[in-house]
């Protein structure tokens, strides 16, 4: 797999019938190994090996609907009262970030009220808080260290 603008991280990957599979700390099983795949497993690490949060409020996959249509989001932390904090939309290295990433995540926020989102293909990072008040994104460096609420 393509060397991604994280650390690295030791994984367990097995391959079956010709196919490459991943084990999700967090889903606690092997999932397919795809770009995409790849790129969520990272962020998955860093969420927990560097910024510190708790692999209790990581949920992956997390099916919400929005206008009707049921739609999921890559990777949601909560924070320590079960409210969204960061929503991650992740991406395969291959696909370019682009505003349609952004509208994409801020359709998921307009109904989880998160206060980040990051949008990541493994090798660009954009990190945004989002001021409610002035209803516009301001980028960061990166995503805050989990803290006690």
Request: glycine content about 2%; aromatic content about 12%.
């Amino acid at each position: 797999m393509q060397l991604l603008n994280l650390p690295t991280y030791k994984f367990k990957i097995k391959s079956s019938e010709n196919k490459y599979f991943i084990f999700d700390i967090v889903r606690k099983k092997y999932v397919s190994l795809t770009p995409e795949e790849w790129v969520r497993q990272h962020i998955i690490h860093y969420l927990i090996e560097e910024k510190k949060y708790p692999i209790s409020l990581i949920a992956i996959e997390k099916q919400l609907t929005i206008n009707k249509l049921t739609k999921r989001t890559d990777i949601l932390v909560f924070n320590t009262d079960g409210l969204p904090h960061i929503i991650v939309e992740c991406k395969s290295p291959s696909v370019k970030i682009t505003q349609e990433s952004f509208d994409q995540i801020a359709r998921y926020n307009l109904k989880l009220e998160a206060t980040y989102l990051l949008v990541t293909n493994g090798l660009e990072h954009f990190h945004c808080y989002m001021d409610t008040i002035k209803e516009q994104y301001i980028f960061l460096e990166s995503i805050p260290n989990y803290t006690h609420d």
